[in-house]
Protein backbone atom coordinates (compact mmCIF):
# COMPACT_ATOMS: atom_id res chain seq x y z
CA UNK A 1 0.00 0.00 0.00
CA UNK A 2 1.37 3.39 -1.01
CA UNK A 3 1.69 5.99 1.99
CA UNK A 4 -0.25 8.61 1.99
CA UNK A 5 -1.43 8.21 -1.58
CA UNK A 6 1.71 8.90 -3.18
CA UNK A 7 3.63 6.57 -5.43
CA UNK A 8 6.69 4.93 -5.18
CA UNK A 9 8.56 7.07 -7.88
CA UNK A 10 6.61 10.32 -5.99
CA UNK A 11 8.37 9.48 -2.57
CA UNK A 12 11.88 9.10 -3.98
CA UNK A 13 11.87 12.46 -5.56
CA UNK A 14 10.04 14.29 -2.56
CA UNK A 15 13.13 12.95 -0.70
CA UNK A 16 15.94 14.27 -3.00
CA UNK A 17 14.12 17.67 -3.07
CA UNK A 18 13.88 18.00 1.19
CA UNK A 19 17.44 16.76 1.19
CA UNK A 20 18.42 19.75 -1.59
CA UNK A 21 16.22 22.38 0.38
CA UNK A 22 18.14 21.30 3.72
CA UNK A 23 21.42 22.36 1.78
CA UNK A 24 20.67 24.62 -0.99
CA UNK A 25 22.16 27.92 0.31
CA UNK A 26 24.42 26.47 2.95
CA UNK A 27 27.29 28.28 3.82
CA UNK A 28 30.72 27.95 6.27
CA UNK A 29 33.10 29.90 6.01
CA UNK A 30 33.27 31.25 2.79
CA UNK A 31 31.86 28.14 1.20
CA UNK A 32 28.47 27.79 -1.14
CA UNK A 33 26.76 25.54 -3.08
CA UNK A 34 27.62 26.48 -7.27
CA UNK A 35 31.44 28.41 -6.43
CA UNK A 36 32.65 26.32 -9.47
CA UNK A 37 29.64 28.05 -11.66
CA UNK A 38 31.69 30.07 -13.50
CA UNK A 39 35.83 28.99 -12.99
CA UNK A 40 34.82 25.34 -13.96
CA UNK A 41 31.75 24.62 -14.71
CA UNK A 42 32.24 20.79 -15.42
CA UNK A 43 33.84 20.30 -11.88
CA UNK A 44 31.06 18.18 -10.12
CA UNK A 45 30.10 16.46 -13.37
CA UNK A 46 34.10 14.97 -13.62
CA UNK A 47 33.82 14.28 -10.14
CA UNK A 48 30.75 12.57 -10.35
CA UNK A 49 31.64 11.05 -13.28
CA UNK A 50 35.19 9.44 -12.32
CA UNK A 51 33.74 8.09 -8.85
CA UNK A 52 30.69 6.28 -11.06
CA UNK A 53 33.67 4.81 -13.72
CA UNK A 54 35.74 3.63 -9.88
CA UNK A 55 32.66 2.32 -7.88
CA UNK A 56 31.27 -0.02 -11.34
CA UNK A 57 34.72 -2.05 -10.67
CA UNK A 58 35.11 -1.45 -6.97
CA UNK A 59 31.97 -0.91 -4.90
CA UNK A 60 34.06 -0.48 -1.75
CA UNK A 61 35.46 2.52 -2.47
CA UNK A 62 32.08 3.98 -2.01
CA UNK A 63 32.29 3.78 1.52
CA UNK A 64 36.03 4.34 1.27
CA UNK A 65 35.48 8.25 0.11
CA UNK A 66 32.77 8.32 3.10
CA UNK A 67 34.96 7.62 5.57
CA UNK A 68 37.73 9.38 3.82
CA UNK A 69 35.99 13.12 4.02
CA UNK A 70 34.76 11.83 7.96
CA UNK A 71 38.34 11.18 9.02
CA UNK A 72 39.65 14.30 6.50
CA UNK A 73 37.19 16.70 8.76
CA UNK A 74 38.19 15.71 11.87
CA UNK A 75 41.56 16.39 11.37
CA UNK A 76 42.57 20.17 11.08
CA UNK A 77 39.38 20.58 9.07
CA UNK A 78 38.12 19.93 5.79
CA UNK A 79 41.14 20.43 3.88
CA UNK A 80 42.35 17.57 2.31
CA UNK A 81 45.13 16.82 4.85
CA UNK A 82 44.41 13.53 4.64
CA UNK A 83 46.02 13.02 1.41
CA UNK A 84 49.15 14.20 0.92
CA UNK A 85 51.89 11.49 1.16
CA UNK A 86 55.27 11.51 3.82
CA UNK A 87 56.33 10.48 6.50
CA UNK A 88 54.43 11.08 9.38
CA UNK A 89 51.52 12.33 7.63
CA UNK A 90 47.45 12.09 8.65
CA UNK A 91 47.73 9.11 6.46
CA UNK A 92 50.39 7.10 8.17
CA UNK A 93 48.32 7.18 11.82
CA UNK A 94 46.80 3.97 12.95
CA UNK A 95 42.96 4.85 12.40
CA UNK A 96 43.57 5.97 8.31
CA UNK A 97 45.77 2.90 7.68
CA UNK A 98 42.99 1.40 6.29
CA UNK A 99 41.08 4.12 4.07
CA UNK A 100 40.90 3.12 0.35
CA UNK A 101 39.80 4.92 -2.40
CA UNK A 102 43.12 8.15 -3.05
CA UNK A 103 43.03 6.84 -6.70
CA UNK A 104 40.03 8.36 -6.91
CA UNK A 105 40.75 11.93 -5.65
CA UNK A 106 43.85 11.72 -7.73
CA UNK A 107 42.32 10.51 -11.26
CA UNK A 108 39.45 13.38 -10.93
CA UNK A 109 41.95 15.83 -10.27
CA UNK A 110 44.00 15.07 -12.88
CA UNK A 111 41.13 15.67 -14.99
CA UNK A 112 40.15 18.62 -13.49
CA UNK A 113 43.71 20.23 -13.63
CA UNK A 114 43.63 19.41 -17.84
CA UNK A 115 41.02 22.14 -17.87
CA UNK A 116 40.65 24.42 -15.25
CA UNK A 117 44.15 24.19 -13.65
CA UNK A 118 44.58 25.67 -10.52
CA UNK A 119 41.03 26.13 -9.59
CA UNK A 120 39.05 23.35 -7.90
CA UNK A 121 40.82 22.14 -4.57
CA UNK A 122 41.11 18.38 -3.64
CA UNK A 123 39.16 19.33 -0.50
CA UNK A 124 36.21 19.93 -2.50
CA UNK A 125 36.85 17.22 -4.84
CA UNK A 126 36.80 14.82 -1.93
CA UNK A 127 33.55 16.55 0.11
CA UNK A 128 32.19 15.88 -3.80
CA UNK A 129 33.10 12.12 -3.72
CA UNK A 130 31.83 11.56 -0.76
CA UNK A 131 27.96 12.89 -1.78
CA UNK A 132 28.18 10.99 -4.75
CA UNK A 133 29.10 7.51 -2.96
CA UNK A 134 26.54 7.98 -1.17
CA UNK A 135 23.82 8.30 -4.11
CA UNK A 136 25.43 5.27 -5.99
CA UNK A 137 24.66 3.00 -3.10
CA UNK A 138 20.96 3.81 -3.44
CA UNK A 139 21.41 6.82 -0.38
CA UNK A 140 20.26 10.51 -0.96
CA UNK A 141 21.91 13.74 -2.66
CA UNK A 142 22.64 16.99 -1.50
CA UNK A 143 24.39 20.52 -2.62
CA UNK A 144 27.74 20.44 -1.26
CA UNK A 145 28.27 24.39 -0.77
CA UNK A 146 32.11 24.25 -2.58
CA UNK A 147 34.92 27.08 -2.23
CA UNK A 148 37.49 25.08 0.22
CA UNK A 149 40.95 25.61 0.08
CA UNK A 150 43.60 22.72 0.81
CA UNK A 151 45.45 22.40 4.06
CA UNK A 152 49.30 22.76 4.12
CA UNK A 153 49.93 20.92 7.19
CA UNK A 154 49.16 17.22 7.68
CA UNK A 155 50.82 15.30 10.87
CA UNK A 156 49.71 11.81 12.47
CA UNK A 157 49.93 13.03 15.74
CA UNK A 158 46.85 15.20 15.29
CA UNK A 159 44.78 12.48 15.02
CA UNK A 160 44.05 11.52 18.31
CA UNK A 161 40.75 13.52 18.11
CA UNK A 162 39.18 10.92 15.91
CA UNK A 163 36.57 8.77 17.12
CA UNK A 164 37.50 5.13 18.02
CA UNK A 165 35.91 2.01 17.93
CA UNK A 166 35.96 1.06 21.83
CA UNK A 167 34.95 4.98 22.88
CA UNK A 168 31.72 5.14 25.33
CA UNK A 169 29.06 7.58 24.00
CA UNK A 170 30.25 10.41 26.19
CA UNK A 171 33.37 10.58 25.00
CA UNK A 172 32.13 10.44 21.41
CA UNK A 173 30.01 13.40 21.87
CA UNK A 174 32.60 15.45 23.25
CA UNK A 175 34.48 15.02 20.30
CA UNK A 176 31.79 15.67 18.06
CA UNK A 177 30.60 18.96 20.28
CA UNK A 178 34.60 20.10 20.04
CA UNK A 179 33.92 20.18 15.92
CA UNK A 180 30.34 21.82 16.39
CA UNK A 181 28.25 18.80 16.01
CA UNK A 182 25.74 18.08 17.74
CA UNK A 183 24.12 14.66 19.24
CA UNK A 184 21.86 13.77 16.65
CA UNK A 185 24.84 14.62 13.81
CA UNK A 186 26.69 11.78 15.87
CA UNK A 187 24.18 9.12 15.43
CA UNK A 188 22.84 10.64 12.09
CA UNK A 189 26.66 10.64 10.89
CA UNK A 190 27.46 7.03 12.35
CA UNK A 191 24.94 5.72 10.16
CA UNK A 192 27.05 5.92 7.28
CA UNK A 193 27.90 2.52 8.77
CA UNK A 194 25.11 1.38 7.02
CA UNK A 195 27.80 0.98 3.98
CA UNK A 196 31.26 -0.56 4.28
CA UNK A 197 33.09 -3.19 6.51
CA UNK A 198 35.68 -3.55 9.36
CA UNK A 199 38.86 -6.00 9.79
CA UNK A 200 38.07 -8.74 12.43
CA UNK A 201 40.91 -6.86 14.76
CA UNK A 202 38.86 -3.92 15.27
CA UNK A 203 35.76 -5.93 17.03
CA UNK A 204 36.89 -9.49 17.58
CA UNK A 205 38.19 -8.99 21.14
CA UNK A 206 33.91 -8.50 22.01
CA UNK A 207 33.77 -12.01 20.77
CA UNK A 208 36.40 -14.12 23.69
CA UNK A 209 36.67 -13.24 27.09
CA UNK A 210 35.59 -9.98 26.84
CA UNK A 211 33.77 -10.26 30.48
CA UNK A 212 34.10 -12.41 33.08
CA UNK A 213 29.99 -11.34 33.23
CA UNK A 214 28.81 -14.53 31.07
CA UNK A 215 28.84 -17.63 30.20
CA UNK A 216 29.97 -17.25 27.03
CA UNK A 217 32.80 -14.66 27.12
CA UNK A 218 31.48 -12.50 24.39
CA UNK A 219 30.74 -8.61 24.88
CA UNK A 220 26.59 -9.17 27.08
CA UNK A 221 25.70 -6.20 24.81
CA UNK A 222 25.80 -8.86 21.79
CA UNK A 223 22.71 -10.63 20.67
CA UNK A 224 23.50 -14.81 22.07
CA UNK A 225 22.19 -15.61 18.58
CA UNK A 226 24.73 -13.25 16.63
CA UNK A 227 27.71 -14.31 18.26
CA UNK A 228 28.29 -18.01 16.15
CA UNK A 229 27.98 -16.44 13.42
CA UNK A 230 30.59 -13.30 14.14
CA UNK A 231 33.04 -16.40 15.48
CA UNK A 232 32.63 -18.22 12.25
CA UNK A 233 33.57 -15.17 10.45
CA UNK A 234 36.36 -13.82 12.75
CA UNK A 235 37.78 -17.07 14.41
CA UNK A 236 39.94 -16.80 18.03
CA UNK A 237 43.45 -17.46 15.83
CA UNK A 238 42.37 -16.39 12.55
CA UNK A 239 42.78 -13.51 9.71
CA UNK A 240 42.66 -10.38 11.72
CA UNK A 241 42.50 -8.76 9.02
CA UNK A 242 39.51 -10.53 7.24
CA UNK A 243 36.60 -7.62 6.63
CA UNK A 244 32.87 -7.88 7.77
CA UNK A 245 29.59 -5.48 6.75
CA UNK A 246 29.29 -3.46 9.24
CA UNK A 247 25.29 -3.45 8.22
CA UNK A 248 24.45 -7.24 8.71
CA UNK A 249 22.57 -8.59 5.72
CA UNK A 250 22.82 -5.00 3.92
CA UNK A 251 26.20 -4.02 3.81
CA UNK A 252 26.22 -2.57 0.44
CA UNK A 253 23.31 -0.55 0.56
CA UNK A 254 22.19 2.94 2.47
CA UNK A 255 19.76 2.43 4.12
CA UNK A 256 18.34 2.20 7.54
CA UNK A 257 18.88 -1.12 8.08
CA UNK A 258 21.78 -0.52 10.50
CA UNK A 259 19.58 0.86 13.28
CA UNK A 260 17.87 -2.04 13.08
CA UNK A 261 20.68 -4.21 13.67
CA UNK A 262 21.68 -1.56 16.70
CA UNK A 263 18.35 -2.22 18.43
CA UNK A 264 18.84 -6.23 17.67
CA UNK A 265 22.24 -6.34 19.57
CA UNK A 266 23.61 -6.72 15.92
CA UNK A 267 25.92 -3.96 15.77
CA UNK A 268 29.36 -4.79 14.92
CA UNK A 269 31.51 -2.17 16.46
CA UNK A 270 31.41 -1.47 20.38
CA UNK A 271 31.28 2.13 19.92
CA UNK A 272 28.48 1.76 17.66
CA UNK A 273 26.50 -0.72 19.91
CA UNK A 274 26.57 1.71 22.48
CA UNK A 275 24.46 4.17 20.44
CA UNK A 276 21.22 1.78 21.32
CA UNK A 277 22.40 0.96 25.18
CA UNK A 278 22.93 4.79 25.64
CA UNK A 279 19.87 7.05 27.11
CA UNK A 280 20.67 9.58 25.62
CA UNK A 281 21.59 8.50 21.70
CA UNK A 282 18.71 5.60 22.02
CA UNK A 283 15.75 7.73 21.78
CA UNK A 284 17.67 9.25 17.99
CA UNK A 285 17.95 5.66 16.97
CA UNK A 286 14.33 4.63 17.80
CA UNK A 287 13.97 8.36 15.68
CA UNK A 288 15.14 6.46 12.66
CA UNK A 289 13.64 3.66 12.85
CA UNK A 290 9.94 4.95 13.49
CA UNK A 291 9.61 6.50 10.70
CA UNK A 292 8.25 9.44 12.53
CA UNK A 293 9.50 11.67 9.30
CA UNK A 294 7.30 12.81 6.37
CA UNK A 295 6.72 9.50 4.26
CA UNK A 296 9.30 7.47 6.45
CA UNK A 297 12.46 9.60 4.87
CA UNK A 298 13.88 11.10 8.07
CA UNK A 299 17.05 9.48 8.19
CA UNK A 300 18.06 10.61 4.36
CA UNK A 301 17.15 14.00 5.02
CA UNK A 302 18.96 14.40 8.10
CA UNK A 303 22.19 12.54 6.73
CA UNK A 304 22.36 15.32 3.73
CA UNK A 305 21.92 18.05 6.34
CA UNK A 306 25.06 16.56 8.94
CA UNK A 307 27.03 15.96 6.15
CA UNK A 308 26.59 19.90 4.90
CA UNK A 309 27.45 20.85 8.50
CA UNK A 310 30.83 18.30 8.76
CA UNK A 311 31.74 19.50 5.73
CA UNK A 312 32.25 23.27 6.86
CA UNK A 313 34.10 22.69 9.92
CA UNK A 314 37.23 24.75 10.63
CA UNK A 315 36.60 25.45 6.14
CA UNK A 316 40.35 26.77 4.76
CA UNK A 317 39.48 30.06 2.45
CA UNK A 318 41.91 32.90 1.39
CA UNK A 319 45.52 33.24 2.26
CA UNK A 320 45.04 30.41 4.93
CA UNK A 321 45.30 27.56 2.49
CA UNK A 322 45.83 26.94 -1.80
CA UNK A 323 45.26 25.00 -4.30
CA UNK A 324 47.40 21.68 -4.95
CA UNK A 325 48.50 21.08 -8.53
CA UNK A 326 48.28 17.11 -7.17
CA UNK A 327 46.55 15.90 -4.09
CA UNK A 328 49.37 14.24 -2.59
CA UNK A 329 51.77 16.86 -1.83
CA UNK A 330 51.42 20.60 -1.11
CA UNK A 331 52.73 23.17 -3.55
Not at 77 to 104: F, Q, W
Not at 222 to 241: S, Y
Not at 306 to 317: A, E, L, P, Q
Request: aromatic share 8%; hydrophobic share 35%; proline share 5%.
Amino acid sequence: MEAAGYSKKARILLVYLLVAMAATGARGQGTRVGFYGRSCPRAESIVRATVRAHFRSNPSIAPGLLRMHFHDCFVQGCDASILIDGPSTEKTAPPNLNLRGYEVINDAKTQLESICPGVVSCADILALAARDSVGLTNGPTWSVPTGRKDGRVSLASNTANLPGFTESVDIQKKKFAAKGLSTQDLVTLVGAHTIGTSACQFFRYRLYNFTNTTSSGADPSINPTFIPQLRALCPANGDVTRRVGLDTGSSNAFDTSFFSNLRNGRGILESDQKLWSDNSTRPLVQQFLGFRGLLGLTFNVEFGRSMVKMSNIDVKTGANGEIRRVCSAIN
